[in-house]
């Protein structure tokens, strides 16, 4: 197969792995899994050089009720080693899938995952003030209970309970980026950054250590991009592209938009915090550090968003 030179990284966004109303079995995540897999399938055909980085939320939250059930019987797991764990699990989900598929369509491609370590500031903003939600719902005296025990930060989450809140801080670098890129460079398909990549920082003397905390999948996708040469990013989620007023009867869909333009709708509110906000955020991190485009578009259309006849396409 003749590879192309172009290099893209696809940031699959939670529903590629678990969807909503559909029991979280590992059965029915292998099977959205493969369901998710014939865009990626066909770009590897056509011979994109790749990296593949995805969520791990829901996996993340079933790993920390399993914490706490076993509290008292079993040794409890730092959110770091459980971010590490679900890049594990997930990537040989999506790393065994696109295996079968690629030999069903007699693609010959070599796949592999990596638990990818994602620098940070040990002194990021977010540290001192934790607002990313992570776990179960708790009663308030349950929530107090936890934090005297554990010294767990809760807060109340949109009046449905009491939840955990951990630092989400800012990515600075992939520490793997160096072998992603050599692999990559060879033709290999990475999956790599899954839910991020396990958050560490350097101590005084050099050494890493890992922090009890998760990173937004989306800007990690965007920095890795950058630091392995990628023309594009590709983020691919439940919309089937960017909108303006969204959920009003005036919504409308972009299909192209310049980063300018994704500058001034993110400052007028057009694209929410808690939804397409850090996208539009990391496409114009993505632009602005040398990446050609940005695509945001539905899994089921990403073949034909990178060919833009669908979603939205960033530059």
């Known amino acids: 197969m003749r590879l192309k030179n172009r290099c893209v990284v696809i940031a699959l966004g939670g529903n590629a792995i678990t969807r909503p109303g559909v029991p979280d079995t590992i ?5 959205h899994t493969r369901e998710s897999l014939p865009p990626i399938i066909s770009m590897a055909r ?7 980085t995805h969520g791990n939320g829901p996996q993340v939250g079933n790993a920390l009720l399993r914490v706490e059930l076993a509290r008292d019987r079993a040794p409890d797991l730092p959110l770091g080693v459980l971010v590490a764990d679900t890049e594990g699990g997930i990537g040989y989900m999506i790393e065994q899938s696109l295996q079968n598929g690629l030999f069903k369509e007699n693609i010959e491609r070599d796949v592999v995952t990596i ?12 540290v001192s003030d934790p607002n990313k939600f992570v776990g179960q719902f708790f009663t308030e005296e349950d929530a107090e209970r936890l934090s005297k025990e554990l010294g767990w930060v809760m807060k109340m989450d949109k009046g449905r309970g009491w939840r955990r809140v951990v630092p989400s801080p800012n990515p600075l670098k992939i520490v793997n980026s160096k072998i992603i890129k050599t692999l990559v460079d060879m033709g290999v398909i990475v999956i790599a950054g899954g839910g991020g990549g396990a958050p560490v920082f350097y101590e005084d003397d050099g050494r890493l250590e890992g922090m009890d905390a998760v990173i937004d999948k989306d800007r990690a996708s965007a920095v890795l991009g950058l630091e392995i040469g990628a023309d594009t ?7 089937d592209g960017v909108y303006l007023d969204f959920a009003t009867p005036q919504q409308r869909i972009l299909r192209t938009m310049t980063m300018e333009e994704a500058k001034e709708h993110l400052a007028n509110g057009q694209f929410p915090k808690g939804s397409m906000g850090p996208k539009i955020g990391s496409a114009i991190h993505f632009l602005e550090g040398g990446g050609e485009k940005v695509i945001i578009s539905s899994i089921a259309e990403g073949h034909l968003a990178l060919k833009g006849e669908a979603g939205t396409t960033i530059t």
Not at 27 to 31: D, E, K
Not at 46 to 52: H, L
Not at 115 to 126: A, F, G, I, M, R
Request: overall charge negative; aromatic content about 6%.
């Open 46 to 52: 056509d011979g994109y050089r790749m990296v593949i």
């Open 27 to 31: 059965a029915n995540q292998f099977r």
């Open 233 to 239: 990013l590709m983020i691919l989620t439940d919309a």
């Open 115 to 126: 638990v990818t370590q994602t620098l940070v500031d040990k002194h990021d903003p977010s």
